[in-house]
Nanobody
Framework: QVQLVESGGGLVQAGGSLRLSCATSGRTLRWYGMGWFRQAPGKEREFVAA????????YYADSVKGRFTISRDDAKTTQYLQMNSLQFEDTAVYYCAAVESFHTTPSDETQYDYWGQGTQVTVSS
């Protein structure tokens, strides 16, 4: 059983930065595909970023490209989402997710088997 626990959310002013962490337990996820999704109030959950297990290739939503960076520390079985130049529109609950291997495009949330409980990110304008 894989458990994912997010941390690092909080309140930040527009233009500021936050780093989210997603710690895993149960097994190493070195070869897993990992992703970040977010859900703003009244909106559907949307893809933010993902990283492949095999070659660490990364993927980003257009809305965060150039501002957010996904990375992983396999020794600590932790993945990160560094968020810079935060905007009011980035306010959401952020979820990390994992899958043994990507079956489709990494932005497809239906393929992910494991999800964290979410962490709130609030950006004040």
């Amino acid at each position: 059983q894989v458990q994912l626990v997010e941390s690092g959310g909080g309140l930040v002013q527009a233009g500021g930065s936050l780093r989210l962490s997603c710690a895993t337990s149960g097994r190493t996820l070195r070869w897993y595909g990992m992703g970040w999704f977010r859900q703003a109030p009244g909106k559907e959950r949307e893809f933010v970023a993902a990283i492949r297990g095999l070659n660490a290739f990364t993927y980003y939503a257009d809305s965060v490209k150039g501002r957010f960076t996904i990375s992983r520390d396999d020794a600590k079985t932790t993945q990160y989402l560094q968020m810079n130049s935060l905007q009011f529109e980035d306010t959401a609950v952020y979820y990390c997710a994992a899958v043994e291997s990507f079956h489709t495009t990494p932005s497809d949330e239906t393929q992910y088997d494991y999800w964290g409980q979410g962490t709130q990110v609030t950006v004040s304008s």
